[in-house]
Every structure is written in C-alpha cells, then in structure tokens.
C-alpha cells in the first residue's frame, strides 16, 4: 500500500514537471518569436479565419474580396468562373493571399492587375504568378528613374518572365470583358511624376452593380477622370490611398456618388484612415467598410441585390 502510494506521488510529481516544461518551452517559442519580429502566429491565425471566410459568398454569381492584408491592397474578384486579382498586399502576406485564392478552388487567374508598382501593391504578387496560371497580366508604365529595384517587384519580374507572360499596359478608355464582367480603364490618362497616380484605375460592371477600383490614385488622376469624362458612377467604392486625404476628393465623390465603399487600411504610422476622409464619406451617407475593423470584406451580388459579409464583427 505505501509503495503505491509513494508511485502515485511520484507520477504527479513527473506530470507536473512534465506540464511545466511545456509552459516554459512554449513561453520561450513566443519570446523568440517576438523578439525577432516574426508574424508566425498571426500568419497562422489569419490563414485558419480567412479560409473558413472565403466561401461565405459561394451562393452568389459574383463576389469582390477585399482581404484584411493590413496597410496594403489585395483584391480578388471571381464572376461565373472567372477570376481578376488586383494587387497582392506585402510580401510577409503572400501565403494568405495564395491560402485565401486556394480556399475559393482558384486554379485560373484570367486578368492579374497591379495596379502600381509599391511594395504594398506588389509584395507577394510573384508567388502568384508562381503558384496559378495566369492568363493576363496588367501593370502601368513608368517613366525610367521611376522604376523600382526592391527585391518583391524584381522577383515578379523574374516570376513573369519564367512563364512567358507580358506585361500589358493599361489603355484609358478601353473597354473589354472578362467572361460576364464588363472592364473599362479609366487612369493613368498620363505618365505621372508621382507614382501613385500612376495607378490603375478600372470600373468593373456586372449587370446592373458597379465596382470602382481606384489603387492609391491621388486627386490629380481624380481631377484627370472627371475632365475626361468618363462615367465613374458605381455602387462601390475602394477609396484611394488607405483613405489617406491625398485621394478621395468631394468632386470625385460626386461623380462616383458610392453607396458602399471599402477601405484596405491596417496600423500605420501615419494613422489612416485620414478623420477628414471619413468624415466626408459621412457626409455624403456612404456606408463605410474598413479591413482593421472588419476583417476581409466580401461584396456579393447576382447583378441586382448587393449583399456585404464581414470577417468580424465591428470593433
């Protein structure tokens, strides 16, 4: 009896010891962890969530994801089998954004944008590249002193070379289609000095719901589009530049006149979204979606009703 006794004291003992190295084990993973800056953890967490998310909108013909990819733009827009992905956030992202895309059984990427040549637009676009089969690939033209050398937009250089796909220059007013989706490009009408005018600009159409994608497009594109003429009109609206107040002008609202519009937008150091910016989209009764509040933000539509789904609930 006092054997056993002393065996079962001795098993607890060993449990204890045993459940005690774990939690120091595990505290130092996390230690290192943070110490060398790593986003392990969050990068495993958003994958899990995003990839139960994604399908939220499988009932609908069409669907705009607006990924939660933090201060950064990554949009995938998939119609009736067909799929158009705009930008693809930082390169520390690259596996949530591939996660996200194989989540939604994407094996085709009929048009790739990236809508300007930032390393938050850029990022992990090359792993894109690498991973689908792209069929088109759109990008703007800059001017030689403006052409970037850090090493996400070498590596999707390299990646389109590898598989022989060319860069497409975007044409102001063209129009074409993409399976049911009509695409018009709107900007850049110039070859602009600042970079983020040089962005890509399109309107995509499906039936009777309209999208605008604007990338970090300031106010003199803006003020280009409207002298232009063109018909911004559109029930959705990703503002310009992480809602930052170079972008998004009361003129350009006016044309656009949004009921929705959606801000990519994570902690920056310069705390966007700008308040002036919000508080135009107020004024003007536009329902405001963000990414750091929502999560990813899905618009879903059968060319009638528009229906949006958030990741979380706001904060």
């Given at each position: 009896?006092?054997?056993n006794?002393?065996?079962?004291?001795?098993?607890?003992?060993l449990l204890?010891?045993?459940?005690?190295?774990?939690?120091?084990?595990?505290?130092a993973?996390?230690?290192i962890?943070?110490?060398?800056?790593?986003?392990?953890?969050?990068?495993?967490f958003?994958?899990?969530?995003?990839?139960?998310?994604?399908?939220?909108?499988?009932?609908?013909?069409?669907?705009?994801?607006?990924?939660?990819v933090?201060?950064?733009d990554c949009?995938?827009?998939?119609?009736?089998?067909?799929?158009?992905l705009?930008?693809a956030?930082?390169?520390s992202?690259?596996?949530?954004v591939n996660?996200y895309?194989?989540?939604?059984?994407v094996?085709t990427?009929d048009?790739?944008?990236?809508?300007?040549?930032?390393?938050?637009?850029?990022?992990?676009?090359?792993?894109?590249?690498?991973?689908f089969d792209?069929?088109?690939?759109?990008?703007?033209r800059?001017?030689?002193?403006?052409i970037?050398t850090?090493?996400?937009?070498?590596?999707l250089l390299k990646?389109?070379d590898?598989k022989?796909?060319k860069?497409?220059?975007p044409?102001?007013g063209?129009?074409?289609?993409i399976?049911?989706m009509?695409i018009e490009?709107?900007?850049?009408?110039?070859?602009?000095?600042?970079?983020n005018?040089?962005?890509?600009?399109?309107?995509?159409?499906?039936?009777?719901?309209?999208?605008?994608?604007?990338?970090d497009a300031?106010?003199k594109?803006?003020?280009?589009?409207?002298?232009?003429?063109?018909?911004?009109k559109?029930?959705?609206?990703?503002v310009?530049?992480?809602?930052?107040?170079?972008s998004?002008?009361?003129?350009?609202?006016?044309?656009v006149?949004p009921?929705?519009?959606?801000?990519?937008?994570?902690?920056?150091?310069?705390?966007?979204?700008?308040?002036?910016?919000l508080?135009?989209?107020?004024?003007?009764n536009?329902?405001v979606?963000?990414t750091?509040?929502?999560?990813?933000?899905?618009?879903?539509?059968n060319?009638?009703?528009?229906k949006?789904?958030?990741?979380?609930e706001s904060?």
């Open positions: 009896m006092h054997n006794f002393r065996s079962i004291q001795k098993k607890k003992r204890i010891l045993a459940i005690s190295l774990m939690i120091i084990f595990s505290a993973v996390i230690a962890i943070e110490a060398f800056g790593l986003q392990v953890w969050s990068g495993i958003k994958t899990c969530s995003v990839g139960e998310f994604s399908g939220t909108a499988n009932d609908y013909p069409m669907s705009v994801h607006v990924l939660d933090g201060k950064a949009i995938f827009i998939t119609c009736e089998g067909k799929n158009i705009i930008d956030g930082e390169t992202i690259y596996k949530v996660e895309m194989r989540k939604m059984k094996k990427i048009q790739l944008i990236l809508s300007h040549q930032h390393s938050d637009h850029v990022g992990g676009m090359g792993y894109v590249v690498d991973e792209v069929k088109s690939f759109m990008m703007p800059l001017k030689d002193d403006m970037p850090f090493k996400s937009y070498e590596r990646s389109l590898k022989g796909i860069a497409e220059e044409e102001p063209r129009v074409y289609y399976g049911p009509r490009v709107l900007s850049p009408l110039l070859q602009y000095d600042n970079m005018n040089n962005s890509v600009v399109i309107k995509i159409t499906y039936k009777n719901r309209s999208f605008l994608f604007t990338g300031e106010k594109s803006e003020r280009d589009m409207i002298a232009a003429g063109y018909d911004l559109a029930d959705v609206l990703k310009g530049h992480h809602g930052s107040k170079t998004t002008s009361q003129a350009f609202l006016n044309k006149a009921t929705y519009a959606v801000i990519s937008v994570g902690e920056y150091k310069n705390k966007l979204p700008k308040k002036e910016i508080d135009r989209l107020e004024k003007n536009i329902k979606y963000r750091d509040w929502l999560g990813t933000v899905i618009f879903a539509t060319g009638e009703d528009l949006v789904f958030c990741e979380k904060a």
